[in-house]
């Protein structure tokens, strides 16, 4: 591969040095530090000149300072007259806000989770204290007012919005000067959208249809789970190219009689077989432990977890390791190391083989689209 050019972050240097050396490629030489004062300060010691620039960092750990790092090497590059620069970004920062966090009658979306907002300060206007925490969930205030009542009161009037970021941080990379994106399952895949250069969205179902082939015995007999409906079209893509039964948790929202009354109940039988819940994203693990005790209590004898993104925040280990799931499988698109050191249950699948194909296919100009069907090469 000739006139290209691969940079890792300090997010994740570990999958940067996997992906360039499938590619048989050096990593460049970059210094990447802070001053004392915490700014990021970068020196791109390679040239760059009329060549092909990939630099891969992914949105984890300290987010806002790999963000920031990424956008000043992504300058650089530019400012140093880089023909094209790619940003592969396997876990894409801030994907999980969109522009409308709100439904047309006022309710916050379902795909917000509630602890989102815990430890968070309010500043309104009102008599209540700067410093006083409201959940905008339904749960009393100090003063006895709920959020529903609040949602209510305003509903002719301003709503309270929560300010979105996904057109923001597409035109922070945009603006650095990045020519094109590369990144793996979206949360949002309406994120792709924000930005006015090209978004290849590689697939991690490819990943998780040769990990469940070569590691689950009689897999066929095995059941596929979603554990809410917003991944429903995720998992019965990899039921239907494995022939395996699907099952669906479902979320039901009894506004009426309780109005943040939330019943999960189970759609398919699972019985006295292996399930394998599948999910994009398992940051505090409130969903793919609550839907393993829904499991566990209709009978499945086995219980398997494969998630994309494990980032695991604040006692997200301990809930999986005090909850009714038997494994649970992770990409390497953030550092895993501690994590695996902290839970016998995780296991870790390598996404290094995808993201250099990609990579591969891209500088050579052939097409992406093929490289999920072609599986031998992953």
């Known amino acids: 591969m000739r006139n290209i050019v691969i940079f890792g972050g300090s997010s994740h240097t570990e999958l940067a040095e996997q992906i360039a050396s499938r590619l048989n490629v050096q990593l460049g ?14 020196e791109i010691h390679e040239s760059v000149r009329e060549k092909d620039v990939y630099i891969i960092q992914s949105g984890c750990g300290h987010v806002n300072d790999n963000l920031m790092e990424l956008l000043i090497m992504i300058s650089a590059c530019k400012i140093a007259s880089a023909a094209k620069v790619t940003a592969v970004i396997p876990c894409f920062p801030y994907a999980r806000q969109p522009d409308a966090p709100y439904k047309k009658n006022g309710e916050l979306l379902p795909r917000i989770p509630k602890d989102a907002f815990i430890g968070y300060t309010y500043n309104t206007p009102d008599s209540t204290p700067a410093n006083e925490v409201k959940n905008p969930f339904g749960e009393q205030s100090a003063n006895g007012t709920s959020s529903s009542e609040i949602s209510t009161r305003s509903a002719g009037g301003y709503k309270h919005w929560i300010a979105r ?7 922070l990379i945009t603006c650095a000067g990045a020519d094109h994106i590369i990144t793996m399952d979206l949360h949002d895949p309406q994120f792709q959208g924000f930005f006015d250069i090209p978004v290849d969205n590689l697939y991690g ?42 099952a669906l948790i479902h979320k039901e929202r009894r506004s009426q009689i309780k109005p943040h009354k939330t019943d999960m109940m189970l759609v398919g039988e699972v ?48 809930r999986i390791v005090t909850s009714e799931i038997d494994q649970v499988i992770v990409s390497d698109s953030v550092p895993q190391v501690d994590h ?12 290094a083989p995808m993201f250099a194909e990609a990579i591969r296919r891209i500088h050579n100009g052939e097409s992406v689209s093929a490289l999920f069907s072609l599986m031998d090469l992953i």
């Open 205 to 246: 179902q490819p990943l998780m249809i040769k990990y469940i082939k070569e590691n689950i015995p009689n897999y066929q007999n095995a059941v596929i789970v979603s554990p809410d409906a917003g991944g429903a079209k995720r998992a019965t893509a990899i039921a239907d190219k494995l022939h395996m039964d699907f």
């Open 165 to 171: 970021s996904g057109t923001l941080i597409a035109n």
């Open 29 to 42: 030489r970059v210094k990447l530090s802070k001053f004392s004062n915490k700014e990021t300060n970068v």
């Open 271 to 318: 019985r006295d077989k292996v399930c394998i819940l599948i999910d994009d994203i398992a940051d505090t693990s409130n969903t793919i432990t609550k839907a393993a005790k829904i499991l566990s209590e209709s009978g499945a004898k086995k219980i398997c977890a494969i998630i994309t993104h494990g980032i695991m925040s604040g006692d997200a280990i301990q």
């Open 340 to 351: 695996l050191a902290q839970c016998s249950k995780m296991g870790v699948f390598s996404i």
